[in-house]
């Protein structure tokens, strides 16, 4: 038996791909700073109380680009929007908007980020530092 066999912990098989929240996570640390900025920039200039981040990793429709991915070497691009663009094209019904507000933690504290990844998408809020 050579050493790399009595240390491969895996059975043979390749490592498990790192799941696409661990990315985030570690984008979401890196542009925590600017993403607290344009948060309290969208709440002071009265343009929304429920600034909502888009992060995705391909070709999206919803928000205004503010850090790109391909620009800053990191894993995920993110956009920014607001409660009301959601409203405005579909994403969040008509109806569910008050149980959206409900739900939406304190924008000072927290991101709200809209995740969009191959299988699906779906809001996670994170600290800021």
């Not at 939406?104 to 998408?121: R, S, Y």
């Amino acid at each position: 038996m050579t050493p790399e066999e009595l240390l491969d912990q895996n059975g043979g098989q390749q490592p498990a791909p790192e799941s696409p929240l661990l990315s985030l996570k570690r984008d979401l640390e890196f542009y925590n700073e600017t993403l607290r900025e344009v948060a309290i920039e969208i709440m002071v200039e009265g343009l929304s109380a429920y600034p909502i981040f888009v992060a995705h990793q391909h070709e999206v429709a919803l928000g205004e680009m503010i850090l790109d991915r391909t620009e800053l070497g990191t894993s995920w691009t993110i956009q920014a929007s607001t409660l009301e663009e959601f409203v405005e094209k579909g994403i969040i019904q008509h109806s569910k908007k008050e149980m959206f507000i409900q739900s939406f933690k304190p924008a000072d504290d927290f991101m709200c980020v809209f995740t969009i990844v191959p299988e699906g998408a779906n809001f996670v809020y994170f600290p800021y530092k």
